[in-house]
């Protein structure tokens, strides 16, 4: 079983930036899969936020592109987020995912949390003055 867990969530005002961290362990070797970051607020479904496959092409969700960048370090086992310019509307909590097997996942399928099925316990980013 691959285990995550996140870290860097904070408070910030508007128009700052935090850079989230993932930690996967318990992978095997050649096995790095895909990774992705998903946010949840109360009441809403979760959203996909950013996808990188195993050979670090990217997929964002369009309320982050331009703003966002996915990066990984399979040797590490690490997948980070660094978010700039944020919004009062990216507050959630953020999630970090992992699935095995890349091969045939579309880019709507990767923004769909039932496309993973590991998860971090998450990590809360809150933007606000």
């Known amino acids: 079983q691959v285990r995550l867990a996140e870290s860097g969530g904070g408070s910030v005002q508007p128009g700052g930036s935090l850079r989230l961290s993932c930690v996967a362990s318990?992978?095997?070797?050649?096995?790095?899969?895909?990774m992705a970051w998903f946010r949840q607020v109360p009441g809403k479904q979760r959203e996909g936020v950013a996808f990188i496959d195993s050979d670090g092409s990217p997929i964002y969700g369009d309320s982050v592109k331009g703003r966002f960048t996915i990066s990984r370090d399979n040797a590490k086992g690490t997948l980070d987020l660094q978010m700039n310019s944020l919004k009062p509307e990216d507050t959630a909590m953020y999630y970090c995912?992992?699935?095995?097997?890349?091969?045939?996942?579309?880019?709507?399928?990767?923004?769909?949390?039932?496309?993973?099925?590991?998860w971090g316990q998450g990590t809360q980013v809150t933007v606000s003055s």
């Open positions: 318990g992978w095997m070797y050649s096995a790095y899969g895909c």
């Open positions: 995912a992992y699935a095995r097997i890349c091969a045939g996942l579309s880019a709507i399928q990767a923004m769909t949390a039932g496309s993973f099925p590991n």
